[in-house]
């Protein structure tokens, strides 16, 4: 872990409910993708939030921070990031945590999953991959409730676009008449597609009793539970 202090850099809307923020830290910040940063409001008070920003981005760690309810967890963060952004003033950071990072040297076909925000978590391995020029199948699933949560779904069809070997598959929970992809739940429209998990590694992010839903219907479907990786697994069952 590396505890930093960082600046505001930026903070705009995504949708609604979700703020890109992005933080120039003052010093390079070292990381792996898919590891999350914990911005810190007191000793005892630290918010952890994924890094969507890959890991050659040294001096720009970019955070989609999904928030509503002036007294949420989410909300709190993004006020005291709005008010270092308008007085100037610096925030405390620990960067560089958690233990479900992407591991390329293993060399095996990839499905990134994430419902929500947790697209933070899997587009920063996402760039990664796309940067280090990994050559298996990668897989990049992304659950939302409403078409209109998938802002950065032109970035992710680039992405797919840049190599022969990415796909990126949109699955809308409540879809409208005119949606032709994928709909339902996210983890059912991979377990829809591909037969069997079982030469895959699954690399996943979201509401905790999601993972841990789609942890055992996936291990049902063939995934080795060595093979699988989301940091919500250190707090279910």
Known sequence: MQVLKATVAEISPLTE????????PEQDAEFAAGHYLQLVLGE????????????????????HIGASGADS???QALDHLKAAHTSQTQVDLEVGLGVSQVRPEQARPL?????????????????HLAEI??????????GVKEESALYAKAEMEAWANSKANFQFIPVVE???????????????????????LEPYSVYMAGRFDMIG??????????AQREFMFADAFAFIK
């Open 73 to 75: 967890y989410a909300m």
């Open 17 to 24: 409910y979700v703020s890109k923020v992005v933080l120039t």
């Open 174 to 196: 409540h879809a409208s008449e005119t949606w032709t992809g994928h709909t339902g739940y996210v983890h059912q429209a991979v377990m829809k597609d591909i037969v069997s």
């Open 213 to 222: 839903i789609v942890r055992d219907d996936f291990i049902n479907h063939g």
């Open 133 to 142: 020029n990994y050559d298996q199948p990668v897989l990049f699933y992304w």
């Open 111 to 127: 499905i990134l999953l994430a419902g929500g925000t947790g697209f933070s978590y899997v587009k920063s391995m996402a760039d």
């Open 44 to 63: 005892k008070d630290k918010r952890a939030f994924s890094i969507a920003s890959s890991p050659s981005k040294k001096n720009a760690l970019e955070l």
